[in-house]
């Protein structure tokens, strides 16, 4: 007996809802500028792409724990770039994308019916996704006194989040911590944009002692070199924190081969350990976001928080079909804020990843 069909079990998959929109955007006689998806478009990083050429010769199994070195070069980062201590090699656990991670951990750690799992309001939809495949019950709300006595298993938070570009603020992060440990709630926070900040304090992560109190106890956090380092096709991530429970983690994931490369291992190594490629993306995406965010508001679009990530979060007060609708007219392709959970219901994501020509494009169009 199988548990019925995928389609009863999982929410639809949101894009499939911008087929006809996308349709409309290509008519445009310049062709579409699709802003909908947040997917790099610049090269791979030369180091990385030599680094990978290097290790292609790789007969053997690798182990689902990873290369020390691969490891070791986590640690490293988020020392040198992020400020975290305290973090050993049993802390740290690559994987294959960190979308996979996200879907799959309610699962692996045995979180199921009766359980209920925690995510922000304007989420990612694989929160829910994971949830729902685990069989658990989900909750998406900003608020931890929406969960009344009923304490999750795991909560989710997403800083810089994906769609509106908020970050959390230190003090923020802090009430969290503390509140899952009062209840025994694990806390995950996906931290695939850290690095994609664009306006002002520098977003933290949880690992960092300043938020955790130098403790990394029934703490995680997921990163991805996907944004930062245009990786998305190598799908390179780890996921770092509380020793258990990357521990438990490490045991049921060796029971289902689930195993990073080691070509992908050793060019996660080179991305990891050089600062220039990230610094030099890191401008190309500032000059695209001021040039959208100048022709966005000169058509009459506010944008929400955005201080971070690859995204703008706009809203001209309407139904966010009404606006997918009319940029579709004019060849501008945009996700509708609806995807992300009903908060975003007047509200549109526009990515900045697509090429500097599109991009001045989609500004040209949006002028008039």
């Known amino acids: 007996m199988t548990g019925g069909p995928v389609s009863g079990r999982l929410p639809d998959f949101p894009w499939d809802k911008l087929s006809a929109h996308a349709a409309t955007g290509r008519t445009h006689p310049d062709g579409v500028c699709d802003l909908s998806v947040g997917t790099p478009v610049d090269p791979t990083p030369q180091v990385v792409q030599d680094a990978l050429r290097e290790a292609a010769d790789s007969p053997g199994y690798p182990t689902t724990i990873g290369l020390e070195?691969?490891?070791?070069?986590?640690i490293d980062w988020l020392a040198r770039r992020h400020g975290v201590?305290?973090?050993?090699?049993?802390?740290?656990?690559?994987?294959?994308?960190?979308?996979?991670?996200?879907?799959?951990?309610?699962?692996?750690?045995?979180i199921g019916a009766g359980d209920l799992v925690g995510y922000p309001a304007l989420a990612y939809p694989t929160y829910e996704v994971g949830a729902a495949l685990a069989g658990a019950d989900s909750l998406a709300t900003d608020s931890l006194t929406a969960f009344g006595p009923r304490a999750p298993r795991l909560l989710w938070i997403n800083s810089p989040a994906n769609p509106s570009g908020r970050v959390l603020p230190l003090e923020h992060l802090r009430k969290v911590v503390d509140w899952c440990r009062e209840r025994g709630t694990l806390l995950v926070s996906d931290e695939c944009y850290l690095e994609c900040a664009w306006e002002g304090d520098a977003p933290l992560s949880v690992l960092d002692p300043q938020v955790n109190g130098g403790s990394l106890r029934g703490i995680l956090a997921v990163h991805s070199l996907s944004k930062r380092s245009n990786l998305a096709g190598y799908r390179c991530a780890f996921v770092a924190g509380d020793p258990a429970v990357v521990g438990e983690l490490l045991a049921v994931r060796k029971n289902l081969g689930l195993q990073m490369p080691a070509p992908q291992q050793r060019a996660m190594i080179a991305a990891l350990e050089d600062d220039d490629h990230v610094a030099e993306q890191h401008a190309r995406y500032a000059a695209r976001r001021a040039t959208l965010r100048a022709a966005l508001e000169s058509a009459g679009f506010r944008i929400d928080h955005s201080e971070a990530s690859l995204y703008l979060w706009a809203t001209r007060g309407q139904d966010c079909w009404t606006t997918v609708s009319e940029l579709a007219e004019q060849g501008i392709l945009v996700a509708p804020g609806e995807f992300y959970g009903r908060a975003g219901r007047e509200h549109v994501r526009v990515?900045?990843?697509?090429?500097d020509e599109r991009v001045e494009a989609a500004a040209a169009r949006l002028r008039g």
Do not use: N
């Open 69 to 74: 070195t691969t490891r070791r070069a986590a």
């Open 85 to 110: 201590t305290g973090l050993g090699l049993d802390g740290v656990l690559p994987v294959i994308g960190s979308k996979e991670l996200i879907a799959s951990m309610a699962v692996h750690l045995g």
């Open 351 to 355: 990515a900045f990843t697509a090429t």
